[in-house]
């Protein structure tokens, strides 16, 4: 009995551990790096989701293009009664009598030149389903650097809002100090309210901090559809810094993506799209020819056999069948000055989007160019920072032992903690926007994010 109330407290107690234990091993699991906030955010964005559908509503005008190959079938039956003075289709001679008639037909047209205007047609729209597959690519990645961004922008607060709160502990040591060294009349009060005046200052900013590190978190939560309510923790893919990153050359960035970038390969498609549309226009002038097949008969209550009965509906049907085999030739010769004036407007169009292009690629290579410049910096800075924080992390520790010797005031203390504070923010600073800016250019020469 013993070993069975044993065994049962062995697993109550395993069970506790669990309970308490898994919930901390998914809150380590749903921490999430910048790579899973943009795939999340690509997958929940409505904008995408609808570039998607213009894809797919692209795709019906190129199945719509296919059946314009096809020959166009109709039937037409007619039923309906003449009165007074009409022409009897039997004898074609004029009666006055009223008659039911019913006649039914098949009409079959195939086209079989058309300047190949359809040919043209279908290539366009193939070309159209291009350019949205591209744009959907690049309104993913345009969404995705504005998540990235609002991802290293919360980190920095973030870490911006945990050195304040290191800041205002390190007033509150100072404080305690300073009030054990007025009580013993080692420090003035004066310096005393320094001390507290810096306290209720560095109070203010953990504030501040932690208002600009919500925002930015909403500005997060806002770019991936995630609900206000609903938690999001991040954690930041360590970027090892790379000196040959400084060996990176402009013009190779460049060059790699121009075949990376979905940009570049829409100006091709736009600009070939814009020809075929003036290769359409043009084909106007070309003569169209159509195969055409109609096949037509006829029930008429005037049709009557020898003993003066209606013939029946099934055989006068087949009495009067009739077939008509012809091909139709249309040529163009004049009709005003539209076409002409058609064709000149395409031919505009496409100097206008030659001059498009031309601008986009302008400003593609001034935004690659910018970046480049800012990622070669934020490596400099990188390391200056780390220099930087260094020689006053020492100056800093010196002071201290000089406050508490009497050789420098509190001012002077505080003055060398801040210059100490302000060289950890910039590498905080400095660090992520060498993160973001290596990931850019990555981008540059993948041409995604992901």
Sequence with gaps: MSFETSIRQCLLIFLSICYFALPEISNAQSEWTESECIRYAIEHNLRIQNKKLDTKIANTDIIAAYGNFLPSISTVSVLGKQFGHSIDPLTNQYTSESFLENTIGLNISLPVFEGFSRIDKLLFYKMNKKINVLSS??????????????????????????????????????????????????????????????????????????????????????????????????????????????????????????????????????????????????????????????????????????????????????????????????????????????????????????????????????????????????????????????ADSITWKESEEKWREGMISMFELLEKRNQYMRSKAEIIRTKLQYSLQKRVIRFYQEGTFL
């Design 137 to 390: 690519k690049v309104e993913e990645n345009n969404l995705a650097f504005e998540v990235l961004e609002a991802f290293y922008r919360y980190s920095f607060d973030k870490e911006m809002h945990k050195l304040a709160v290191e800041q205002r502990k390190l007033s509150e040591y100072y404080c305690r100090q300073m009030m054990e060294y007025a009580d013993l009349g080692i420090r003035s009060l004066s310096d005393l309210q320094e001390v507290k005046a810096r306290l209720q200052s560095d109070v203010y900013q953990e504030t501040v901090k932690s208002n600009n590190c919500n925002l930015s978190l909403l500005t997060l939560k806002e770019l991936m559809n995630i609900k206000e309510t609903d938690t999001l923790s991040i954690v930041i893919t360590e970027s090892r810094m790379d000196i040959t990153d400084s060996l990176l050359n402009l013009n190779e960035l460049y060059s790699i993506s121009e075949l990376s970038l979905p940009e570049y390969h829409i100006m091709n498609m736009k600009e070939k799209a814009s020809h075929k549309l003036w290769s359409m226009a043009k084909r106007v002038f070309y003569p169209s020819i159509r195969m055409e097949f109609n096949l037509n008969t006829g029930y008429y209550n005037t049709a009557k056999n020898k003993s003066g009965d209606i013939i029946p509906y099934r055989e006068q049907l087949n009495n009067n069948m009739n077939r008509y085999i012809g091909i139709c030739v249309s040529l163009p010769i004049f009709n005003g000055l539209s076409r002409l004036e058609n064709i000149r407007k395409e031919e505009l169009r496409l100097q206008q989007v030659q001059n498009e292009n031309e601008q986009q690629r302008l400003s593609l290579y001034k935004q690659i160019h910018n970046t480049y410049l800012s990622f070669q910096s934020a490596l400099k800075e990188c390391q200056l920072a780390k220099e930087q924080l260094r």
